[in-house]
Structure formats: C-alpha cells, structure tokens
Nanobody, 115 residues
Framework: QVQLVESGGGLVQAGGSTRLTCRVSGNFAGIGDMGWYRQAPGKKRELVVTTRRDAIPTYADSVRGRFTVARDTERPTLYLFMDRVKPEDTAVYYC?????????WGQGTQVTVSS
C-alpha cells in the first residue's frame, strides 16, 4: 500500500504564494487519480483539484485561476502552487490518491492565510 506525505504551506500573507508537495512512497504502480482537498475549521472536506494521468485537471471554482496543480508521474509527486491566496483559503490541505480501488489520504498540512 502506498503512503502520502504532504509538506509545505504554513503561514502566508493574503495575496502571496506558497507551494504544497505530496510525495508518494511504497508500491505506486497502481496509482491513478490524484488530488488535493481541504478542510477549514467547522466545515466539511472539499475538493480543491483532481488530476488524472494525461488529462486536464478539474479545479474548484473557488481556486480556479489562482491555484495550479502539477504532477510528476515518474516519482510520483503531486504539487499545488497557490497564488493570490485569500484568508478563506485557510484550511488543512490533504493529498489523495487512488491506488487501484483504494482511496489513500495523507495526514494533511496546514495553510493559514493572514489578512
């Protein structure tokens, strides 16, 4: 089974940028879809972006045009480039992956945007 480990984020000023990284360890031969989700305090976990191999990513309306996902299929590693961040982007960000029929999640990384 694969494991996902997120890193990056932390405290960012509104209007600034940051990058999240999700590294995959283990037997990643069966990895398919990957994505980023986030959960703000008191709210449900929500989709940020999903990406399939050789396909155009699908972004949430709230981040489209500001966030960019990149996927290194050889390692594999998933990145989330967050630009022009807003206070409402404050959340724990989770990396997810489909390993065959199994949904795998990372432990999450906190992003806090100060106004």
């Amino acid at each position: 089974q694969v494991q996902l480990v997120e890193s990056g984020g932390g405290l960012v000023q509104a209007g600034g940028s940051t990058r999240l990284t999700c590294r995959v360890s283990g037997n990643f031969a069966g990895i398919g879809d990957m994505g980023w989700y986030r959960q703000a305090p008191g709210k449900k976990r929500e989709l940020v972006v999903t990406t399939r191999r050789d396909a155009i990513p699908t972004y949430a309306d709230s981040v489209r045009g500001r966030f960019t996902v990149a996927r290194d299929t050889e390692r594999p590693t998933l990145y989330l480039f967050m630009d022009r961040v807003k206070p409402e982007d404050t959340a724990v960000y989770y990396c997810s992956a489909k390993d065959g029929s199994l949904d795998v999640w990372g432990q999450g990384t906190q992003v806090t945007v100060s106004s």
